[in-house]
């Protein structure tokens, strides 16, 4: 089992910038892949921004040149850099670890993103 346990949530102005990281509980090895999905009201679960071990990213296109998705393969983080952030950013942001090779999936508490317009 891994815990995931995410930081760096709030309010902010559209057009400002929130930092979001998630550290796991134990050392996670290689062959996974690690980032952030976001959940709106009355709205599915949606893939953000995601990272591998060696550092292929995707992202969504609705925060492409906004959004930076980084890790730390020591220290078994990563982390969400937001920048020009809108309204429709507004979510609760969930960190994701998911281990390809076993099917295995973790899930964070989720962390909650308000931009205010």
């Known amino acids: 089992q891994v815990q995931l346990v995410e930081s760096g949530g709030g309010l902010v102005q559209a057009g400002g910038s929130l930092r979001l990281s998630c550290a796991a509980s134990r050392n996670i090895g290689g062959r996974n892949t690690m980032g952030w999905y976001r959940q709106a009201p009355g709205k599915e679960r949606e893939l953000v921004a995601t990272?591998?071990?060696?550092?292929?990213?995707n992202y969504a296109d609705s925060v492409k040149g906004r959004f930076t998705v980084s890790r730390d393969n020591v220290k078994n983080t990563v982390s969400l850099q937001m920048n020009s952030l809108k309204p429709e950013d507004t979510a609760v942001y969930y960190c994701s670890l998911r281990f390809p090779y076993t099917g295995d999936n973790y899930w964070g508490q989720g962390t909650q993103v308000t931009v205010s317009s």
């Open positions: 990272v591998t071990v060696g550092g292929t990213t």
